[in-house]
T-cell receptor, first 113, second 111 residues
Framework: GDSVTQMEGPVTLSEEACLTI???????????LFWYVQYPGEGLQLLLK?????DKGSNKGFEATYRKETTSFHLEKGSVQVSDSAVYFC????????????FGKGTHLIIQP | DAGVIQSPRHEVTEMGQEVTLRCKPI?????LFWYRQTMMRGLELLIY????????DSGMPEDRFSAKMPNASFSTLKIQPSEPRDSAVYFC?????????FGPGTRLTVL
């Protein structure tokens, strides 16, 4: 089945710093790829997604590009804010996610003012 | 729309007791997923339903776990008997297209 590996946290940055959270996947086919964000005490929310190679997902200043050659989907943001502090999950889904998702362990991001 | 609704939000019980977690998916979504989240294992898919039919329950850890979806607007996850290692946050999610919408979760503590 699919597997997802993302960088361990916590990641601590100062406000306005650049962010990259690495994510790589293994899959037998070409899964859809997702980034979800979880704020304290809440469920996961979809942040962005990409369904095929070279697609770029973007939302709220975050971006990630589906790289088939490196089987990666790294999350990036040029200037982070304190409100971005949360846990970020990379996920892969065969069948476009309709058959369930395989999640990475999550990366806890802490942004200091 | 109220989103995916889960109840209870918190549950504390003693080892050996039966626990029932409940989920109401978003109206019109025809697939429902149950996940478990722990520090050690992260997020794990337990089971999912399409049109109220269980499709894949290979993630259900053992026979103590069971899930039902009697209609399109309600699902339960039952643990009987519960054990301390079942302590986790259990999430329900429903899907529209390829986007899963998660509920707020039920934090289960088994003493």
């Amino acid at each position: 089945g699919d597997s997802v590996t993302q960088m361990e946290g916590p990641v601590t940055l100062s406000e306005e710093a650049c962010l990259t959270i690495n994510c790589t996947y293994t899959a037998t086919g070409y899964p859809s790829l997702f980034w979800y964000v979880q704020y304290p005490g809440e469920g996961l929310q979809l942040l962005l997604k990409a369904t095929k190679a070279d697609d770029k997902g973007s939302n709220k200043g975050f971006e990630a590009t589906y790289r088939k050659e490196t089987t990666s989907f790294h999350l990036e943001k040029g200037s982070v804010q304190v409100s971005d502090s949360a846990v970020y999950f990379c996920a892969a889904g065969s069948g476009g996610g309709a058959d369930g998702l395989t999640f990475g362990k999550g990366t806890h991001l802490i942004i200091q003012p | 729309d109220a989103g995916v609704i889960q109840s209870p939000r918190h549950e504390v019980t003693e080892m050996g007791q039966e626990v029932t977690l409940r989920c109401k998916p978003i109206s019109g979504h025809n697939s429902l997923f149950w996940y478990r989240q722990t520090m050690m294992r992260g997020l794990e898919l337990l089971i999912y339903f399409n049109n109220n039919v269980p499709i894949d329950d290979s993630g259900m850890p053992e026979d103590r776990f069971s899930a039902k979806m009697p209609n399109a607007s309600f699902s339960t996850l039952k643990i009987q008997p519960s054990e301390p290692r079942d302590s986790a946050v259990y999430f329900c999610a429903s899907i529209l297209g390829d986007t899963q919408y998660f509920g707020p979760g039920t934090r289960l503590t088994v003493l």
